[in-house]
């Protein structure tokens, strides 16, 4: 029968994995059973995909990603290059403590940039920008750009990707001409 999505001949997808329709998985992945990715997303070489992930549509992970049980990426979801996800805060290889994993929550149009660790436990609101290498240890507010380590808000994005300027409260993004409020420390597009 053939299959709705792309599957390299050396990924491993158990049982059990719901995969939308033009998903490609390429080299070297595993999803595990009862992860789901939805429709038109792409899994890079090298992606692991943990039992009860549940990545949206469109999502693209690039190489070298693991995504362990307990992260949700809603739709248009970047992960970059050898990005981390953890699901445990004080982990020991001698104490089992599965019961302890923390959900992580992406929301939609989100971008991780190459090589940023997440620690399990918070959410990342809609559309904000983690720039490379940046380590996430608290929420993020949606259309925040979040830059070092420990990760600090250096000012925001638009949903075309595009660092907005605000003056009186008002930005235009230079990408897509989109209209943006800034007001009591919250961003909104108009």
């Known amino acids: 029968m053939d299959k709705a999505y792309f599957q390299h001949e050396t990924a491993i997808i158990d049982e059990g994995a719901v995969i939308g329709n033009g998903t490609k998985i390429w080299h070297f992945c595993h999803l595990m059973p009862n992860c789901k990715i939805g429709e038109n997303s792409s899994l890079g070489q090298n992606v692991f995909v943990a039992s009860n992930v549940s990545l949206g549509d469109n999502v693209k992970v690039q190489n ?82 979040i830059i070092g380590n420990p990760g600090k808000q250096k000012g925001w994005m638009s949903e075309h990707g595009s660092k907005l300027f605000f003056i009186e409260g008002k930005a235009i993004c230079d990408g897509s001409g989109e209209t943006y409020q800034l007001f009591e420390g919250k961003v909104s597009k108009l």
């Open 64 to 145: 070298n990603v693991s995504i362990y049980e307990g992260v949700i990426c809603e739709d248009n979801v970047f992960l970059g290059p050898s990005m981390v996800f953890t699901n445990v805060i004080n982990p020991r290889s001698g104490v089992r403590r599965k019961n302890e994993y923390k959900s992580t929550i992406v929301r939609k149009g989100v971008s991780i940039g190459a090589n940023a660790t997440i620690v399990c436990g918070i959410e990342i609101g809609k559309y904000a920008f983690i720039g490379a290498g940046t380590v996430v240890t608290k929420d993020v507010a949606p259309y925040a750009l």
